[in-house]
């Protein structure tokens, strides 16, 4: 992130928002809104203000195992190093403004919009984890219920417990944990996609973490199936069983929670032996949740005019020959936008989006077919619309004289001529008498 | 596409080909019923 901050020529709008998305390849005018952080630029990140802020709020980074103070900075590698003021939370006491040496602290800012003219757009919106509704297997109900983010948080050396695994409900050490997969994927209920095997990894690296920090730690993982399919995936899959994690291949419906310890019961089947129902009992239960798109994707899927796949990610141009371009040109889809995936695929699905992008810019003529449509006369244009309406590229905009076809965008399919009741617009190449000619010809016979 | 997937068809039905099925206008099907045709088949 630093490298990229500081990369000349490469401008990082942080804390902002793209608002609105006009035009088309090579002429695309986007305005950012960016928004108001209360603190500018001559703030160095010091921390002088947050120590005495007396107002504290949810701290997102550490998916609310502990608070931050109403004046913050995102995280400790936050790039750039600026604190941030959630008005929300502040409550005007202004002791930050007092504190800071740099005077960088500006409760009269407002936010800013910018215009930017650019080429292409890639889309990297990412993934978010799904959210199990509250009380599917204990979530948001059972202090000892957590996901995979935040057991990652618990865990890091740099979070709210310093590294030491402990749970929520006492702060004590847990030592019985179950990590269950496929929470809310692979699920018709809920999501029907499997998260492309990355929580199965997932569980794998932080039961052997586990295990690195508490060698006695009894790890449990209860899963559909093991989707270790990557460069030495499965020879770590090997290694964590020989560590002694044990691996159950069951489904589990329901989590029972004893009130006093609470210490999470759970009765299974190991479906690959004949034991039958067991009930266990775990001190922790981490629950691997799908991968689902980022919050907000939508009001970036409308600006574009992009489609959504079925799961509920970008669409891109073609599943299996082009899954990096999308059907608008000039506009890639990197990384998790497009599909749950690995850190491996998400740089390499990253590159290749760069790649397109320069592929596309790097020359400086932009090559179309002339199978367009055209309104030829436009006389016969009624202005109803239909043709706006219908056409999947958003290509024809309704002038005062008629349809206008903007023709880097149309991609020739015709939608707009069979919609057309004056039959105003036609498509070149392609018209009408073209096809009358042939069935008379096919059925002359007849 | 019905070479594609390789499946078979009779003689008697003719193809006429089209760059997309959103190209297909009620009046040109209804053309083929008219010059004869007992039926229109709009293939993906």
Request: with cysteine.
């Amino acid at each position: 992130m630093l490298q990229s901050a500081r990369t000349p020529g490469l401008n990082l709008y942080t804390y902002s928002e793209v608002e609105d998305v006009q035009g088309f390849v090579g002429n695309f005018t986007v305005k950012v809104r960016k928004r108001a952080r209360y603190v500018n630029n001559d703030c160095n990140g010091c921390g002088a203000c947050w120590e005495v802020c007396p107002a504290y709020g949810y701290n997102e980074f550490n998916e609310g195992l502990d608070s931050r103070k109403a004046i913050y900075s995102s995280f400790a590698q936050a790039v750039p190093s600026l604190a941030q003021i959630d008005m929300d939370r502040c409550i005007k006491c202004e002791l930050c403004k007092a504190a800071c040496e740099l005077d960088a602290i500006d409760f009269d800012q407002k936010d800013e919009i910018i215009e930017i003219n650019v080429g292409s757009i890639a889309v990297a919106t990412g993934w978010d984890e799904f959210e199990p509704p509250t009380g599917y297997l204990g979530y948001n109900k059972y202090p000892n219920v957590i996901t995979q983010l935040k057991l990652e948080r618990i865990l890091a050396p740099n979070g709210p417990t310093l590294g030491h695994l402990v749970r929520p409900s006492d702060g004590k050490e847990p030592k019985k944990i179950l990590f269950i997969q496929c929470v809310g994927s692979r699920d018709l209920n809920m999501n029907a996609y499997c998260s492309s095997g990355v929580c199965c990894m997932i569980s794998i690296k932080n039961s052997k973490l586990i295990k690195q920090h508490s060698p006695d730690a009894d790890i449990t993982v209860a899963y559909m199936d093991m989707r270790a399919a990557g460069k030495d995936y499965e020879e770590y899959f090997t290694l964590s069983r020989k560590e002694g994690i044990k691996y159950i291949r069951t489904n589990v419906s329901r989590i029972k929670e004893d009130p006093k310890t609470h210490n999470l019961k759970i009765v299974m089947q190991n479906t690959l032996s004949s034991g039958g129902l067991k009930e266990l009992e775990f001190d922790m239960v981490v629950l691997s949740t799908a991968m689902v798109p980022a919050k907000g994707v939508e009001s970036i899927q409308k600006l574009l005019k992009l489609e959504l796949s079925q799961d509920g990610f970008f669409k891109e141009f073609h599943a299996r020959l082009n899954p990096i371009d999308t059907k608008i040109p000039g506009i890639v889809l990197s990384g998790a936008s497009q599909g749950p995936k690995s850190i491996v695929e998400s740089i390499a699905h990253g590159r290749a989006a760069a790649s397109s992008l320069a592929r596309l810019m790097g020359k400086d003529k932009y090559r179309i077919l002339l199978i367009r449509a055209a309104v030829e006369d436009k006389d016969k244009c009624a202005k109803c619309g239909l043709c706006e309406l219908n056409c999947p590229y958003n290509a024809i905009t309704i002038n005062d004289d008629g349809a206008e076809v903007n023709e880097i965008l149309c991609r020739g399919c015709g939608t707009c001529l069979a919609n057309c009741p004056s039959e105003a617009i036609t498509l070149r190449y392609y018209r009408e008498p073209h096809y009358e000619k042939q069935i008379d010809a096919i059925l002359m016979e007849i | 596409m019905a070479g594609t997937i390789r499946a078979q068809y009779p003689a008697t039905l003719r193809p006429v080909r089209i760059n997309c099925t959103g190209r297909v206008t009620p009046s040109l099907m209804m053309r083929a019923i008219g010059k004869g045709a007992d039926g229109v088949v709009v293939g993906a």
